[in-house]
């Protein structure tokens, strides 16, 4: 199981592979904050990603999950203490109550995440893990990346040029 926050789903469905979340994990959940920002906000921004990640949701492989009152009460103490948005807060809070990784990327969120010990993952390192396991070819794996700068993922030149050398090394 994985948490994701916000930015990979919106990229990854941009992109047209947000089907790669399915394939590499069994279970996807998101809080109800990330659901308004991607979903909610996304209709109302009239997104060509916001139906592809709603239908996941109506399939069922994406998870929309309510924060039970502990959970509530650690985003409302991390939002007093920290600057980030209530999505990535409950994103966090989750991820730590059901022990699961979170995908984000956001660096402050992967700081504040790691403060409590849970664990992150880029969706670079996603992408990288699919060519490593096979399920992606190495093709496949660069591809992704150029889709996602493509449509709006910004990674530096240098990581972009490190992560292709990283995929044909695999």
Not at 21 to 39: D, G, M, N, S, T
Not at 76 to 93: D, F, P, Y
Not at 147 to 165: N, S
Request: net charge positive.
């Amino acid at each position: 199981m994985v948490v994701a926050n916000a930015t990979p789903l919106i990229h990854l469905s941009r992109a047209g592979y947000l089907n790669l979340l399915q394939r590499c994990f069994i279970e996807i959940e998101i809080p109800k904050a990330v659901y308004h920002e991607v979903v909610t906000k996304g209709k109302e921004r009239r997104r060509a990603d916001t139906p592809i990640v709603e239908k996941a949701i109506s399939e069922g492989w994406i998870k929309v999950v309510k924060l039970d009152e502990d959970s509530l009460r650690f985003v409302e103490n991390l939002l007093r203490i920290e600057k980030i948005g209530l999505g990535e807060a409950q994103a966090i809070a989750l991820a730590l109550k059901m022990q699961a990784p979170l995908i984000t990327d956001d660096k402050v969120v992967h700081r504040f995440a790691s403060m409590y010990r849970v664990e992150t993952l880029w969706t670079t390192t996603l992408i990288l893990n699919s060519v490593n396991t096979r399920l992606l070819g190495k093709e496949e794996g660069k591809q992704v990346l150029r889709e996602l700068i493509r449509t709006g993922c910004r990674l530096k030149t240098e990581v972009y040029d490190a992560l292709l050398r990283r995929i044909d090394e695999l």
